[in-house]
């Protein structure tokens, strides 16, 4: 990977250790002001957030019921609202104008719990990592994405 390139952000990524010696991906970001922390997962087709965790930061905020088929994350179906959000960053890269899914991660994060892990505020998906052309290298402990 190139290490300094004018049109690429170097991601710092935390690894959480899970059982059995494997890992997930977390790395920090920010929303409409706010600092959260996201779960890098190549596998998911798109960015989502933790409508719980979410809520909490947009306390006024109205959310508009999606009703398109959520799979995935350990269920078939899944209630899912819209989220606009006005400005995303994930280190140097921003995304204004942000539509995305919010879903309940009750499950992820008290499975995370359990292993004394933090809390996520959202799953960082394939809907970005492809657009920003995402390179993760395990032995920097970074993520790459292009402007």
């Known amino acids: 990977m190139n290490e300094f390139s004018p049109d690429k952000i170097i991601i710092p990524l935390t690894f959480l250790p ?4 494997g890992v997930h991906l977390l790395i920090d970001a920010i929303i409409n002001g706010n600092a959260i922390k996201l779960l890098v997962d190549t596998g998911a ?3 989502v957030f933790d ?4 809520k909490k930061l947009f ?3 109205r959310f508009k019921r999606h009703h398109s088929l959520s799979i995935g994350l350990g ?3 899944m209630k899912s609202h819209i989220i606009m959000l006005e400005n995303f960053f994930i280190g140097g890269l921003t995304i ?3 539509e995305s899914v919010l879903l309940n991660l009750d499950n992820v994060n008290k499975s995370y719990q ?3 892990l933090p809390a996520i505020d959202g799953v960082l998906g394939g809907d970005v990592l492809q657009k920003h052309k995402a390179e993760i290298d395990y032995g920097k402990k970074q993520m790459v994405l292009t402007l």
Not at 51 to 54: N, Q
Request: glycine residues 8%; aromatic residues 4%; hydrophobic residues 20%.
């Open 96 to 98: 204004n104008n942000f």
């Open 114 to 116: 359990m292993l004394g």
């Open 51 to 54: 409508k719980k965790r979410i």
């Open 18 to 21: 899970l059982d059995e010696g």
């Open 59 to 61: 306390r006024k905020k």
């Open 75 to 77: 269920t078939s179906r």
């Open 45 to 47: 087709s798109k960015t």
